[in-house]
């Protein structure tokens, strides 16, 4: 292949990145927008990487092909840090990145295990304790976080431990945000643990199993709330980072923004994930407020 063509088709992989970020991820994306030009290309990327991943279960017809995707995309892993060709737009902007910028492999490798752990737990296995699924937050999200700012060359222990309450506050937000979905399409909440679940009465014990109960609306916002409390948590303790984190992490930092914008709608609706305002506009703020506080915060450096 002429080295044209191979750039063309390096920007033909990058621009159906940045697509797929802006059609799946759009607050995402809105924030990826906020980085320095040389940092977008290897974000875009990840970004996408991760929207592979996270949608894999989500559209497929049948579960085990879910899984394929994702045990697909582990293999991907492997010939991608061996330089190999893959016919996959995102695999092959992840082989220029990863060429590029050195981003490790073990931050991606964890994001796909997380997934493929969690894709082959069955229906009514739910987590035990929020620290379950914190752990998977961070090693679904936190990890993105921690691959963008090794490709931008940024070595901050301060930026590391920011990333890490960021994406285990963002993907404890995602999950709560996405009950109704997993409950409708798996007659379960998947995603709220067995001990918080007890603590609000939520919890049923059926032939040896148990199960949470779908139809006290007033203990599940109880509940909901006690972890967006643990998010609400992480967020404030990657904001009190900010004065160790250097000026050029903070833009990596900005989906901060976001999460505090689903924490602000989920509190406006007493924390009913049920209620249709959490679906409107981005993240349940209207468009034009989201982007102005996202650039506001960019603007001054902070996240």
């Known amino acids: ?176 945000k996405s009950l109704p979905y997993h409950a409708s399409r798996n007659h379960q909440f998947s995603y709220i643990p067995a001990k918080v679940a007890e603590k609000h009465g939520l919890l049923v014990h059926q032939s040896g199993q148990s199960e949470i109960k779908k139809d006290s609306r007033e203990a599940l916002c109880d509940a909901v709330f006690e972890m967006a409390s643990v998010a609400n948590a992480h967020l404030q303790k990657a904001r009190e980072l900010a004065g160790s984190v250097p000026a050029e992490a903070r833009p990596v930092l900005l989906p901060a923004v976001p999460v505090q914008v689903i924490l602000d709608t989920l509190a406006r609706v007493q924390f009913d994930v049920y209620d249709p305002r959490l679906a409107r506009g981005i993240l349940g703020a209207p468009p034009l407020v989201f982007q102005l506080k996202l650039k506001w915060y960019s603007w001054r450096g902070k996240y």
């Open 1 to 176: 292949m002429s080295g044209a063509s191979s750039s063309g088709g390096i920007r033909a992989a990058l621009s159906y990145c940045v697509q797929q970020v802006r059609r799946y991820d759009y607050h995402h994306y809105l924030c990826l927008l906020e980085l320095p030009a040389n940092m977008r290309k290897a974000a875009f990327a990840l970004r996408a990487f991760n929207v592979e991943t996270s949608r894999a279960m989500d559209v497929a017809s049948d579960p085990k092909i879910g899984l394929m995707r994702l045990l697909w995309w582990q293999e991907a892993l492997d010939k991608i840090y061996s330089d190999k060709v893959i016919e996959h737009p995102v695999a092959q902007a992840l082989t220029s990145v990863v060429s590029e910028h050195k981003v490790s492999k073990s931050w991606l490798k964890r994001a796909v295990e997380a997934r493929i752990n969690d894709a082959n737990k069955e229906n009514n296995d739910i987590p035990q304790t929020v620290e379950e699924l914190e752990r998977y937050a961070e090693d679904t999200t936190s990890t993105l976080l921690y691959s963008t700012l090794q490709a931008g060359g940024i070595k901050s222990t301060a930026a590391d431990h920011a990333a890490s309450h960021i994406g285990k506050a963002s993907g404890l937000l995602l999950l709560l």
